[in-house]
């Protein structure tokens, strides 16, 4: 069982902090939390993580699994657009938590966390729920992912190409709504 932890808006983050910029899914654990490191948030960018449109998708092969998190401005327009590589098999199995889908309707929550890299602040908390087929979609790849001993090469080739590339190959949707 996890133990309580205050989070505040505008106060420093009491969870470790990714070292480098950009989003870290930190899913199947006590929860799934998205971890997003920017230095210096606008506040454009604030706004845009604490209330805007987002959309999410993956890129899966075998052994990987890449997350893509595009951020959308009051007037709909792309602002921030962010990958997140995720390995289940990096987790220790007494730790990780598999989510049971019980219908076709059962989405998956996640908490999205921003983070000022800069002074250590919480810019933006907010909790969104994955679309049921996105949701299905990620927890299939998951258990094909354990199962597989290979995807570094598929990491890296992913690694080569901009975020926005890698947004425009997956399917997407919006989440939260």
Not at 35 to 56: C, H, M, W
Not at 83 to 94: C, E, G, K, Q, S
Not at 96 to 103: D, R, T, V, Y
Not at 136 to 146: E, H, K
Request: charged share 25%; hydrophobic share 45%; net charge neutral.
């Amino acid at each position: 069982m996890s133990e309580f932890i205050k989070l505040s808006v505008g106060e420093k983050y009491p969870l470790p902090i990714p070292k480098n910029e950009g989003a870290h899914a930190e899913f199947l654990r006590d929860g799934n939390i998205l971890k997003i490191r920017l230095d210096s948030i606008t506040p454009v960018e604030e706004k845009s993580l604490r209330t805007g449109t987002v959309k999410a998708g993956i890129l899966t092969a075998p052994g990987a699994i890449l997350w893509l998190f595009r951020f959308f401005d009051k007037k709909e327009r792309p602002l921030l657009t962010l990958d997140a590589p995720f390995d289940a098999r990096l987790i220790p199995t007494d730790q990780i938590q598999f989510h049971n889908i019980q219908n076709s309707e059962q989405r998956l929550l996640i908490e999205m966390h921003a983070i000022d890299g800069s002074t250590g602040i919480l810019h933006a908390f907010r909790a969104v729920t994955l679309p049921p087929e996105l949701a299905l979609q990620f927890l299939c790849a998951v258990q094909d992912q354990l199962a597989s001993v290979v995807g570094e090469d598929v990491y890296r080739l992913w690694m080569q190409k901009e975020p926005v590339e890698l947004f425009k190959m997956a399917k997407t949707c919006v989440i939260g709504k």
